[in-house]
């Protein structure tokens, strides 16, 4: 079965995997649907305030408080509304831009006095008519509300309360905004006396996430009736605007505003608020205001908070700073940061801006983790996140944006670690192939090793001993060695008893080296054999001998082989030599005290260079006292680990001074060992053989 295709197809899935992937996560980014993508983007937003949380500058608001010193000095919570009537006089007398109360007073005072009355044990009747004829406390409460420009609020609920809420006037530019806003169905408002005396109407809802309030909204909506928050309230009171601006476009509310300040918001109206250090400087005590202890212009112009810290009046939220603080407080801190055009917002094409971040993080590691080592990446990555952080710290710090930098570094890791993890199982599953292949490796080249091994005894086993093959013949001395480049060679050499008078021998060089030399080199040696053994030569004709192995070997040639040879015949009674030589090396004539020469006869061409060529025989008389010396180019070719050349000169040169008492066992030593000692462990060049004759006379 073909497994090319389904290799292909599992691969081209391997390729498109990641990139589709990555698609799937940006959309799921822009819808929302990231898991912990809000928590980790809370968190960032959450560190930037930490790192660099706002300063407090212009100080435009300060907070009447009801502190555990105010419960201790006048008494525990509620107050009575007489006692609250004096407080909003006593602010009112020390001219405030505006007043707004953090709380709601949505039941009527039992401590007023026709209330009071009821409680009184056997009253006379006309004293209860009289004194329910006193205005109540609540009246009283209305009274100084008029007075004043106070904003109260309202808290928005879903079960429950009022469903109608008086309202400020609103200007709408854009479509109507109250599908877009926070709703509520119903809310809990204050008395009606209390809620037509104030000068204006806002809401007090904020939402907290896991105890931490990070955003309220500047308008909600109540049932049908939009209501601006205490903080944008309160400006419009201070300001003296008669609405206020709500902005729409393209389905967001783009921003709110009163007379000469907008601001913008989310889009869906609400303000992410940015907080500063809690800080005491913003309190002043209710109970150090009514005692008349607090300097006249202490309020002048102020936005006033009337608001709880006292413990078990009100819980304590936190902030984005991790500080808890009475909820009063988030809202000074929001009029604060309105007041100092010092807001933060997190516009509403971030999402896209984000995704375009992650699209460009996601194909960079894609198509560069591929190509880098791990030394340029690492570095790389870490960069890469580096300039992140600070990117989306920096526009936080001077842009006052909100930009998610976290799900885009975020991604940008997750990516990085599992393309990092895919590479190491990648890695090991190719190491465990790999090392399966080199298991299969070496377990063929021992099997091919094992071969070459017996190619090689046999290859050597086909080449005569000379130890072993003339010892019953004292005229003739004789040596020969052969040594393959490699397992096995190309390089043949062969001797043999003709008759009983003379000498067969020959030295023969395939071209190359190697298994195909080697298998040459057999068919070369065994023809030469069978030729001269097979041919009649009695008149010596060494060069018809020559020219039929010629032609047997060039009949089956198909790979164009060649091999060298020299081939001679010594007549052990007189000395005569007759040889033949085609394409081989000259052998040298050594002896005692002479310089060597090479041997005459000019030669032919290799074998298998021509298929018919006549071959030249040469005759020479060896005395008792010469050594013929026949090598091949594995001698004179051979090079040391400096690519030096060994040659001729230096292989005569070598053989200049033989002893005397010499054999041709000493002299193919001396020659052999003076090659070795050039080369010095350099890997062969070529195969090497040496043979060396010397013919010994009877009387020798």
Not at 328 to 336: F, G, K, L, P
Not at 533 to 555: C, F, P, T, V, W
Not at 570 to 582: F, Q, S, V
């Amino acid at each position: 079965m073909d497994r090319r295709p389904l290799s292909r197809f599992i691969s081209l899935r391997r390729g498109w995997a990641a990139p589709l992937g990555l698609v799937v996560l940006i959309a799921l980014h822009l819808v929302g649907a990231v898991p912990f993508q809000e928590t980790l983007r809370t968190f960032s937003f959450d560190l930037y305030q930490i790192l660099s949380p706002r300063e407090r500058v212009s100080a435009p608001v300060v907070i009447v408080d009801i502190d555990e010193s105010s419960l201790q000095s006048l008494g525990q919570w509620p107050w009575p509304r007489s006692l609250m009537a004096q407080l909003v006089e006593r602010i009112h007398a020390m001219e405030p831009a505006a007043v707004a109360f953090d709380i709601i007073m949505p039941e009527a005072d039992r401590t007023s006095p026709c209330q009071s009355a009821q409680y009184i044990p056997n009253i006379d009747q006309k004293l209860a008519k009289a004194i329910c004829r006193l205005p109540s406390n609540d009246t009283l409460l209305a009274e100084k509300l008029k007075q004043s420009r106070v904003v109260l609020g309202v808290a928005g609920v879903d079960d429950g309360g009022s469903d109608s809420v008086n309202a400020p006037p609103m200007h709408a530019v854009g479509e109507d905004p109250k599908r877009l806003l926070r709703h509520f169905t119903h809310a809990l408002t204050n008395l009606p006396e209390l809620e037509q005396a104030a000068s204006g109407h806002a809401i007090l809802s904020a939402d907290i996430e896991r105890g931490v309030v990070r955003r309220v909204p500047l308008i909600a909506a109540i049932g049908e009736t939009v209501l601006p928050s205490l903080s944008l309230e309160s400006l419009r009171i201070a300001s003296g605007s008669p609405n206020f601006l709500v902005k729409t476009r393209q389905d967001r509310v783009e921003g709110v505003g009163v007379e000469g300040l907008f601001i913008p918001t989310q889009e869906d109206g609400t303000l992410m608020v940015h907080y500063s250090h809690h800080d005491p400087a913003r309190f002043l005590s209710a109970a150090s205001v009514l005692k008349g202890e607090v300097d006249s212009d202490a309020l002048r112009q102020k936005l006033v908070l009337v608001g709880f810290s006292g413990l078990g009046l009100v819980d304590f939220p936190s902030t984005a700073l991790g500080e808890r603080v009475p909820g009063v407080e988030i809202h000074a801190q929001v009029m604060e940061s309105i007041f100092d055009q010092d807001t933060l917002l997190r516009p509403y094409w971030s999402l896209w801006v984000e995704g375009t971040a992650m699209m460009a993080l996601g194909l960079a590691i894609l198509w560069g983790f591929p190509r880098m080592k791990a030394t340029v990446l690492v570095p790389i990555v870490a960069s890469v996140i580096v300039a992140l952080a600070l990117t989306g710290f920096m526009l936080y710090r001077y842009q006052h944006w909100l930009i998610d930098v976290a799900s885009p570094m975020f991604l940008f890791v997750v990516m990085f670690g599992a393309m990092l993890a895919d590479s190491l199982i990648r890695e090991e599953l190719q190491l465990k192939a790999l090392e399966q292949d080199l298991q299969r490796q070496r377990e063929q080249a021992a099997k091919v090793h094992g071969e070459m091994e017996a190619a090689k005894r046999f290859q050597m086993g086909i080449l005569p001993d000379y130890r072993e093959t003339f010892t019953n013949e004292p005229r003739l001395d004789i040596a020969a060695r052969m040594e393959p480049a490699k397992m096995v060679g190309g390089d043949l050499y062969d001797f043999f008893m003709l008759d009983e008078h003379r000498v067969f021998f020959s030295v023969g060089d395939v071209c190359g080296k190697g298994v195909p030399a080697s298998l040459f080199m057999v068919i070369s040696k065994t023809l030469c054999k069978s030729v001269a053994l097979r041919d009649d030569l009695h008149y010596m004709n060494l060069g018809k001998l020559m020219r039929h192995a010629n032609q047997e070997i060039s009949r089956d040639n198909p790979e164009m082989l060649f091999v060298t040879a020299f081939i001679g015949l010594l007549d052990l009674r007189t000395g005569e030599l007759i040889y033949c030589n085609a394409g081989h090396e000259p052998p040298l004539l050594l002896a005692p005290g002479c310089r060597p020469q090479e041997l005459d006869g000019a030669g032919g061409p290799p074998i298998s260079i021509m298929d018919d060529y006549d071959y030249k025989t040469h005759k020479y008389i060896l005395s008792s006292e010469e050594f013929l010396c026949i090598f091949t180019d594995g001698a004179t070719e051979a090079f040391n680990p400096a690519q030096e050349e060994y040659g001729k000169e230096r292989l005569m040169q070598g053989l200049d001074d033989i002893p005397p008492q010499a054999t041709s066992e000493t002299v193919m030593n001396l020659a052999w060992n003076n090659v070795s000692a050039f080369t010095d462990g350099a890997e062969p060049s070529d195969d090497l053989t040496m043979m060396v004759i010397r013919w010994r006379s009877s009387r020798t």
